[in-house]
């Protein structure tokens, strides 16, 4: 059973960049990954969204080129060894990391912004792998903030933000929406953040969670978003709100009130879409009373809020599967005081909130329970919420 993942230090990278590029590093940096407290599959909805960065995140040990050569090495795909290219020449790759930082070199360009040398790049990250705690977000604003460190007077930190939507849209091919890019490019020490993926305006909002903490559940089932349902579920809505717009007119599916959805619900015509759609407007609802639950101190409504999200996760958005039910499930049983899945499902992580005089104890209990239920063990990490993307001193 692992209980955390350790901070790489400023050595381990100076140690591995030399070893790999036979130099030092001028510069390190790191950019974290990211929980969604609340508002699962409301982002491409026009819905709330309500996420925090972490403390799991992406580390980069940096030196600047006088060429137009980028190489690039990370040390959780140490098989595939440094990658070399020019940066007039960024072509996908299948099954390829670079696709994260190439597609952002490339978004870069098109904004107009110049890219006057290259670089030698080392990265390690200690964010589980398809765990849906938003690891190419990570990489994605990571080297956001270097490009805009070395070349300053460009791109706003929201541009960079949208640079990386447009990485997973274009580049990558996975139509998601801008809140994992955004949670990690806005993240604040202590802080959530209650975004309108529809204006993108935002409330940040101080997580006082008293005596409990936030434990971040890893199922170890990983998650590949381009070979799951999420493509899917996208569309389910879109033709959802599609029907709906032949009677009324509607941006979003994020723009319905609950009684409103009750009152049309009738031009749906489909079960599936029904459930898609109730997902969709009465998770917005739940994130923006989550909000207000914190910002009151509201911890036990907060927690109903987390049951209620993963019920409707499962049941009628059904993204969660066995693993992360056997989690949440569990959770439950074992004193959270809310439990849910977090990021688009189909395995990954959920989260609970958790006493922390019994957080071992209930570790203890919920990976016996998944254990006995799965066959293999399951991950924690206890959750720290931090800055977004900085340079490392």
């Known amino acids: ?19 790999i590029y036979h130099t030092q590093p001028c510069a ?3 950019a974290p990954g990211r929980i969604n407290l609340i508002g699962e599959h409301t982002d491409y909805n026009g819905g709330k969204v309500f996420p925090c960065a972490i403390s799991l995140g992406t580390y980069a040990a940096v030196k600047p080129r006088s060429d137009q050569t980028m190489r690039l090495y990370s040390a959780n795909f140490a098989d595939q060894g440094v990658a070399s290219f020019n940066l007039k ?11 994260y930082p190439q597609g952002m070199f490339n978004f870069w360009q098109k904004h107009g912004y110049n890219l006057t040398h290259g670089f030698d790049i080392l990265i390690a990250g200690n964010i589980p792998a398809g765990g849906g705690l938003s690891s190419s977000a990570s990489i ?3 080297f956001g903030k270097i490009l805009s460190d070395y070349f300053p007077n460009s791109a706003t930190a929201l541009e960079l933000v949208q640079m990386g939507q447009e990485v997973e849209n274009d580049f990558i091919g996975v139509q998601s929406g801008i809140m994992d890019q955004f949670a990690v490019g806005f993240g604040q020490k202590d802080t959530a953040i209650l975004l309108d993926t529809n204006t993108l305006k935002y409330e940040m909002i101080p997580l006082n969670l008293q005596s409990y903490q936030i434990v971040i559940m890893n199922t170890n089932k990983k998650r590949t978003l ?9 569309q389910e809505c879109e033709e959802a709100l599609h029907r709906i717009r032949q009677v009324i007119p509607l941006a979003n599916l994020g723009d319905l009130t609950k009684d409103q959805f009750d009152t049309y619900t009738y031009t749906l015509q489909d079960e599936i879409l029904i459930k898609r759609a109730r997902h969709a407007v009465f998770e917005n609802q739940r994130t923006e009373q989550a909000a207000c639950a914190l910002k009151n101190k509201q911890l036990r409504t907060f ?24 989690l949440v499930h569990s959770a439950w049983h074992h004193g959270a005081l809310g439990a849910r899945m977090t990021g688009a499902g189909f395995g990954g992580c959920a989260l609970a909130l958790v006493q922390q005089n019994h957080l071992q104890d209930f570790i203890q209990a919920v990976n016996t329970d998944y254990q006995a239920q799965i066959g293999y063990p399951a991950a924690f990490y206890p959750a720290k919420i931090v800055s977004g993307p900085h340079k490392l001193n």
């Open 28 to 30: 390190y940096y790191f």
């Open 303 to 326: 927690g109903r809020l987390l049951n209620a999200s993963h019920i409707s996760l499962e049941y009628d958005y059904e993204v969660t599967g066995r693993e992360l039910d056997a």
């Open 140 to 142: 994605e604003m990571l």
């Open 89 to 99: 020449q960024l072509h996908y790759q299948p099954n390829a990391w670079i696709n």
């Open 1 to 19: 059973m692992n209980t955390a993942k350790p901070e790489l230090t400023l050595s381990d990278l100076q140690t591995e960049f030399s070893k």
């Open 226 to 234: 381009t070979n799951s349902k999420y493509n899917q579920r996208r």
